[in-house]
């Protein structure tokens, strides 16, 4: 073994743990980076060759230390079950914003609300009935429809207003996810190259793991590892990412709610630009495309159901009675008005039929007794009243269901987040001690170095100096 | 169940998340408090929600019962005091035809005087029968027109007229009104005929004739009399319905109140517990965030 091996061991040693320092020094660094995975160096001590010569002994104590590597300490089950656990979190998040929205468009329960309004409508025709003849209890009691009318016009709108604003928004996630998907493609490429080259990709896949748990947060995507080191994005079976090629999903149909409702327009899907056929989409999408196809549309059909209910009953009961001038009554709402267009037809407020007798010769007759029996169908149990307090209560019920889950949901994600963080993250403390132990090692080999050259200092300078 | 191994940043995400979750919770509380409020959407308490539609829709319509009982009321109340001020004149005008057929003796000019006066008495009677209350005359049922009888006492409201009523509960209707008819008689015997006849007969001393009005006026009286006493009945219903509905009202507000409102000192108390909380985990990051292995390496 040559003397000069052990300054070699020595520079080995130095080098290697500069290069712990180096990989101590990134982690810290990143202490605090979304999406960071600590690293570690890997060294390997340099011993005998692996297949010795035939007839030769090898007596050397080792060459050293080796760098092969710097790993990545995340675990990758952890990180697959926190993608799905957040995918299913930004389902039901969606989910509760939709319900929210719902919610706050109805307004109740308050005395402002579509209820409270009806409510006075039926208590201003109590007021007629006590004074068919008083023109201001009739006004009163047109103003109080008209309040009625333009209160359900103002839910439904806020339900169409919920409507395009979520069809917008599927347009954007839509655009993210396919830069997002094509961006994995390029990364996957870019570590396939630095892998085949024999260098660390290890910040290329912490960078691809943040837009793999994006996109499966937004689409609700399965992703495979492959072993040449790309992944795969999958929306049910379909590619979205395969090696360097991405896919890109389009939405389609109605872009208003009137163009849908009327059958001008499908209602909203997904397809893949390139064929045409359908996305199974889960995640965001997928309670965004819900919400735009079945949640929202269903509540206006609801609603409509409470105008129909208001409709019909007004306009037979009110068609039944003869107004101030002793005329038949016409209809109070025009026949086929929906939640998008009712409206009050009767501006004069001597044409409300109030009374329920025919007029005896010319004298119309004065009986409050048809505006009466209009006033008590507010309590109908099949009535407007109690079809929209059910529509109110159903809302609540699926939202505070929805809330529920989203609760239960946001803590099993940040169980998995926590999971993802304790495998993957990075403890200053444990680093402190890194930087110590590199440090040490540092100075050790230099030690080693020094002792070797002082040895070699007595051989050179000072042997053969005897009796000088 | 395997050791986890905590590092700064997932201290800090827990206890982020810990302090948002506190944070919520006063902010609920608050929201519930500033509001006084339990229930500030459907989501908050789905079966709150429908008792308090209910209970609002229910609210309102006793409200307006009641209201309607008030028009009711005032209806029934100018009824009663028209009737009580006709009777007394038709009590004069009966005494009058008594005093014409037991003083049968009396002069031309004496009759002429109680005929004259007779005359007034149904002058008077008429303009009594076009009472009207708030506009309508008030035994002219349905009428649109604005008196109830013409100068020369005939009736000039519908025939068969439906009767007046105001709706003071569920399914609970009371009449408020009378027809002329049936207060004054129907046409050709009533009380103005009668009087007119009376006149009539006092002017040609026809004692026969005298004796049939006093009969048809002590008829017209008594009908009369028992028409205020049914008012006086339906007055008290009205009365004691629109207490029902009064007291439907003031015990349907405070269902109301135990279901949307909040219950002041629980909340308060969960809110002092709630910043308790919140202090104490504020408190807690501060002590547990800033040790770090640097503060000991030298």
């Given at each position: ?8 061991i020595g520079?080995?040693a ?6 712990g320092?180096?990989v101590?020094g990134?982690n810290i660094?990143?202490a ?5 995975t600590r ?14 010569a ?20 995340g675990?990758?089950f ?9 995918a299913t979190?930004?389902d039901?998040?969606q ?5 929210a ?9 308050s005395?402002?609300g579509l209820?409270?309004?009806l409510?006075?409508?039926w ?12 023109l ?15 209160g ?5 709108q806020?339900l ?17 996810v ?16 630095h ?7 290890n910040?290329?896949?912490?960078q691809?793991?943040?837009?793999l748990?994006?996109?499966?947060a937004?689409?609700?995507a399965?992703?495979?590892y ?8 999958y ?15 389009a939405?389609?149909?109605?872009a208003?709610?009137?163009?849908m409702r009327?059958?001008a327009?499908a ?16 995640g965001e ?9 079945g949640?929202l549309?269903g ?10 209910a ?10 039944a009675?003869y107004?101030l001038?002793?005329?038949?009554g016409?209809?109070?709402f025009?026949a ?11 501006t ?5 039929a109030?009374?329920?007798h025919?007029?005896?010769g010319?004298d119309?007759s ?17 009535g ?8 109110v209560?159903d809302v ?8 529920r889950?989203?609760?239960?949901q946001?803590?099993i ?19 402190m001690v ?5 440090q040490?090692a540092?100075?050790?080999?230099a030690r080693?170095?020094t ?7 007595t051989?050179?300078?000072?042997t053969?100096?005897v009796?000088? | ?9 997932s ?9 948002q979750?506190s944070l ?10 500033s ?5 500030n ?13 209910a ?9 307006q ?6 028009d ?5 109340g ?16 009966r ?22 006066e ?5 002058q008077?009677?008429?303009?009594t ?13 349905t009428t ?5 009888y013409?100068?020369n006492?005939?009736y000039?409201?519908?025939a ?8 003071i509960?569920a399914n609970?209707?009371v ?6 008819p ?9 009380l103005f ?29 008594s ?11 339906n007055?008290n219903r ?6 029902a509905?009064?007291?439907r009202?003031?015990?349907l507000t405070?269902?109301?109140s135990?279901?949307?409102?909040i219950?002041?000192?629980a909340?308060?108390l ?5 910043q308790?909380a919140?202090?104490a985990?504020?408190a ?6 800033t ?7 030298r």
């Amino acid at each position: 073994v040559s003397d000069f091996a052990a300054l070699s061991i020595g520079l080995t040693a130095l080098t290697a743990a500069r290069k712990g320092l180096d990989v101590t020094g990134q982690n810290i660094a990143n202490a605090n980076t979304d999406g960071y995975t600590r690293q570690r160096l890997v060294q390997q001590a340099v011993g005998a060759p692996i297949t010795p010569a035939l007839w030769s002994t090898y007596t050397g104590a080792g060459s050293g230390v080796q760098v092969t590597g710097i790993a990545r300490l995340g675990d990758e089950f952890v990180t697959a079950r926190a993608r799905i656990e957040n995918a299913t979190l930004a389902d039901l998040t969606q989910r509760q914003a939709t319900l929210a929205g719902v919610e706050n468009t109805l307004g109740e329960p308050s005395d402002t609300g579509l209820a409270g309004q009806l409510t006075d409508m039926w208590n201003a025709w109590h007021d007629v009935a006590n004074a068919p003849g008083d023109l201001a209890a009739r006004s009163v009691l047109l103003s109080r429809t008209t309040a009625v009318a333009d209160g359900i016009r103002t839910v439904r709108q806020g339900l169409d207003a919920l409507w395009s604003g979520g069809r917008q928004q599927l347009d954007t996630v839509v655009a993210q996810v396919n830069a997002d998907a094509a961006t994995v493609a390029e990364l996957n490429q870019a570590i396939l190259r630095h892998d085949n080259a024999g260098e660390p990709a290890n910040e290329l896949r912490d960078q691809r793991d943040s837009l793999l748990a994006d996109l499966a947060a937004r689409t609700g995507a399965t992703v495979r590892y492959v072993a040449d080191g790309t992944a795969e994005v999958y929306l049910g079976s379909s590619a979205l990412v395969r090696g360097n090629t991405a896919a890109e999903v389009a939405s389609t149909g109605a872009a208003q709610l009137s163009d849908m409702r009327s059958g001008a327009a499908a209602g909203p899907a997904l397809v893949w630009a390139g064929s045409g056929g359908p996305v199974s989409v889960g995640g965001e999408l997928g309670a965004r495309l819900e919400g735009l196809t079945g949640t929202l549309p269903g509540y206006v059909d609801r609603l409509d159901a409470v105008t129909a209910a208001l409709r019909d009953a007004v306009n037979a009961a009110h068609s039944a009675g003869y107004d101030l001038d002793g005329n038949p009554g016409t209809t109070m709402f025009a026949a086929g008005a929906t939640s998008a267009d009712i409206a009050v037809q009767i501006t004069d407020p001597r044409r409300v039929a109030a009374a329920a007798h025919p007029p005896s010769g010319t004298d119309a007759s004065l009986d409050g007794d048809n505006a009466a029996a209009l006033g008590a169908l507010g309590r109908a149990d099949t009535g407007a009243d109690s079809a929209y307090r059910q529509l109110v209560v159903d809302v609540g019920v699926a939202a505070q269901a929805a809330n529920r889950r989203h609760d239960v949901q946001a803590d099993i994600a940040q169980r998995a987040d926590a999971a993802v963080d304790s495998a993957g993250g990075v403890n200053t403390d444990e680093e402190m001690v890194n930087l110590l132990s590199y440090q040490r090692a540092y100075q050790a080999a230099a030690r080693v170095t020094t002792a070797v050259d002082e040895m070699l200092d007595t051989l050179i300078n000072r042997t053969g100096m005897v009796g000088r | 169940v395997s050791i986890e191994r905590i590092t700064q940043r997932s201290m800090a995400t827990h206890t982020l998340a810990g302090l948002q979750q506190s944070l919520s919770r006063l902010g609920e509380l608050q929201e519930q408090l500033s509001g006084g409020r339990a229930i500030n959407r459907p989501s908050d308490s789905p079966t709150g929600t429908a008792s308090a539609l209910a209970l609002r829709a229910e609210l309102a319509v006793n409200q307006q019962w009641s209201r309607n009982a008030d028009d009711g009321l005032g209806w029934l109340g100018t009824t009663d005091q028209t009737l009580t001020n006709a009777l007394d004149p038709l009590r004069r005008a009966r005494d009058l035809t008594v005093a014409g057929l037991n003083g049968g003796a009396a002069g031309a000019d004496a009759r002429e005087a109680m005929a004259l006066e007779i005359d007034q008495i149904r002058q008077g009677l008429i303009g009594t029968a076009n009472t009207t209350h708030l506009g309508r005359p008030i035994f002219g049922g349905t009428t649109s027109g604005a008196t109830a009888y013409d100068s020369n006492g005939a009736y000039l409201g519908p025939a068969a007229a439906p009767p007046i009523t105001r709706v003071i509960g569920a399914n609970t209707a009371v009449r408020v009104d009378l027809t002329g008819p049936e207060v004054f008689g129907a046409a050709g015997q009533d009380l103005f005929t009668t009087l007119s006849d009376t006149a009539a007969a006092l002017r040609s001393g026809d004692t026969a004739a005298l004796q049939g009005t006093l009969g048809r006026l002590d008829a017209g009286i008594s009908g009369m009399t028992a028409r205020l006493a049914a008012v006086g009945a339906n007055y008290n219903r009205v009365q004691q319905l629109q207490q029902a509905a009064k007291d439907r009202v003031s015990s349907l507000t405070g269902a109301l109140s135990d279901v949307e409102n909040i219950d002041l000192p629980a909340t308060v108390l969960a809110l002092n517990l709630a910043q308790v909380a919140n202090q104490a985990a504020l408190a807690a990051t501060a002590r547990v965030i800033t040790p770090s292995l640097a503060d000991f390496l030298r």
